[in-house]
């Protein structure tokens, strides 16, 4: 009999964080599952740690260094209802696989699943990603939108997508992506683009778009300088499109849409921001005035400026499309 998931796993070089993630799997409130690991041509010791472990759910395969092809191995040989992907150097939380096996069970439309996820280490971030299939597939445009090692899938799904189609699910062109073709789905996403503005009203398409597609919204041609993208860049960007399509945005515009964007951030990031660009104060003075440190200020500063970078492209994406004509 088969079992309910198969948890897919290569492993390569990870001696340093493998204990601790193979115990996570293995220590899982649902136990019906098998535990694929490839062993992708490690050479520290990662193979003899995971020969320790003497638990018969563990399956494993060794093969020379290939990533790609061993993640496709891996994947041939689950024989789950659901398969799981797992990183060699992430844990699980203990209720992880009993939670998204239910969900699966529960909704059976939904082929692919994900979750938040935190960061441990120097960092213990926790990244909420965006939860409803609207908002997942226009991220897609700006990156992946699920955390990779937090997947749950429908097996039957990718075998009919890919395995019956004589295609490997991980594709090698795409190396660095896993599968991340993104050519795929813009058609997707601007379909959607064009249902969500003829449902609204005329009068407010702008407002409209920018409240119901996800905030991460970007075209390729920004995403790689949105990290350094500035005020000045973005008004170059609206100017240089204004001019190729004919159409006019005035600075007067961005200066006014600027201002709704820091009244929708949280009291604290809108304070912080509005004292240290709009009325100069540094950090330190910043600090006193809101009785909190000054790295408080200065994560305050950093997430409201991210906010509003973030929004201020979406805003000129969504006017390039709105003046595009079909």
Wanted: proline letters at 2%; charged letters at 30%.
């Amino acid at each position: 009999m088969y079992p309910k998931i198969s948890i897919v796993m290569p492993v390569y070089n990870s001696s340093f964080y493998l204990h601790e993630s193979i115990r996570s799997i293995l220590n899982q409130t649902f136990d019906d599952f098998e535990f694929i690991i490839i062993d992708d041509g490690s050479t520290d010791n990662s193979l003899e740690i995971v020969k320790r472990y003497q638990d018969k759910r563990i399956k494993l395969q060794t093969l020379e260094h290939d990533y790609i092809v061993s993640l496709n191995h891996g994947m041939r040989l689950a024989k789950g209802k659901y398969i799981v992907r797992m990183d060699s150097d992430d844990k699980m939380l203990p209720e992880r696989l009993q939670k998204q096996f239910n969900f699966m069970e529960t909704n059976p439309e939904i082929a692919v699943s994900g979750c938040w996820f935190q960061t441990f280490g120097k960092e213990t971030n926790i990244y909420q990603l965006e939860t409803t299939h609207d908002a997942i597939v226009c991220n897609l445009l700006s990156g992946n939108p699920m955390c990779h090692p937090s997947v749950i899938m429908r097996a039957d799904v990718l075998s009919s997508l890919f395995y019956k189609r004589g295609k490997d699910i991980y594709d090698k062109s795409f190396i660095y992506a896993d599968n991340y073709e993104r050519e795929e789905v813009v058609q997707e996403v601007f379909i959607k683009l064009w249902e969500i503005r003829k449902s609204l009203k005329e009068e407010n398409e702008i407002d409209g778009l920018l409240f119901i597609i996800t905030r991460n919204l970007i075209f390729n041609k920004t995403r790689k300088s949105m990290n350094e993208l500035k005020l000045k860049e973005t008004l170059k960007l609206a100017e240089e499109a204004s001019n190729e399509m004919e159409q006019d945005l005035e600075a007067k515009d961005l200066a006014l849409y600027l201002d709704k964007l820091i009244d929708l951030l949280p009291e604290k990031q809108k304070l912080t921001f509005i004292l240290n660009k709009k009325k100069g104060l540094s950090i330190k003075e910043i600090a006193v005035i809101m009785n909190i440190s000054e790295k408080g200020v200065a994560r305050n500063l950093y997430l409201a400026t991210k906010f509003l970078k973030q929004h201020f492209i979406l805003f000129i994406i969504i006017w390039l499309y709105l003046n595009t004509k079909r």
